[in-house]
């Protein structure tokens, strides 16, 4: 999306595109509560901690420094050995988990996004003053606002395969299932994401901490999901960042027929 790099591309290669700057969004207060873990209609947060909240998020709107890349590019899909490719970024999973949720997917969007280092230094800075409210409630604000931006980069893709009569798969990430999550640093690089200073480190960990990255799949005649978030085939109990109920039955993957 945007303009091209200046930088030429590898031959055969699609060059990246240019970041994205979404316009900053307002925190949600009920998504910074459910971050701090509280759940509504079992735990109520004091007046004090509601007060402490939106001074965090306050400050924190004006830390938040959000980006977002994506490219999309054809998928070849070898069922029997559970690989798919994404010729024109380079790309080659090998994945059961996501050759299932990519069956008969066309193309993919491949995504990216952090809201920068800024979130997240200015917590650890509170905390090592030993304000430690302060800190957990802009941590709390850092985690809030990257599942926005997860939430927008998923619509944004899911909005591309719509303009060109294709529905979008849900969103997956090195990691789940059995991704193998070292596929995160392919992935990154084929999105040129050390632009948004978005890396990961030798751990495979995504560096800026509030940030994530994942692809979408495109095919034609899928029907809408009642939710197209990840949490529609995790059945982790007890989430803590859990936005939606898990969809079908647990140890069974959603299949999208």
Known sequence: MGSKDERPARRGAAV?????????APLDREAVLRALGFRPGRTRP???????????????????????????????????TATLRVPSLGLTWRSTALTDVLAGAERATVFAGTVGAAITEAARSAFTVGEYTRAVVLDACGTAATGAL??????????GARARGYRATIPYSPGYGDWDIAETAPLLRALEARRIGLQASAAHYLLPEKSFCGAVGWRRGLADLPQASGCAICFLPGC??????????????????
């Not at 990246?16 to 979404?22: F, L, M, R």
């Not at 004006?62 to 054809?74: H, M, R, T």
């Not at 803590?240 to 027929?257: D, E, F």
């Open 46 to 80: 004091s007046r004090a901690a509601l007060e402490a909240v939106e001074a965090g998020m306050a400050e924190a709107a004006g830390l938040l420094q959000p980006l977002l890349l994506e490219a999309d590019g054809a998928v070849e899909c070898d069922g029997p």
């Open 240 to 257: 803590r960042y859990r936005r939606a109920p898990p969809i079908g039955q647990p140890g069974v993957l959603l299949r999208l027929r």
């Open 16 to 24: 990246a595109p240019a970041p994205q700057v979404p316009a900053p």
């Open 150 to 159: 997860s939430e927008q980069a998923r619509a944004s893709a899911e909005a």
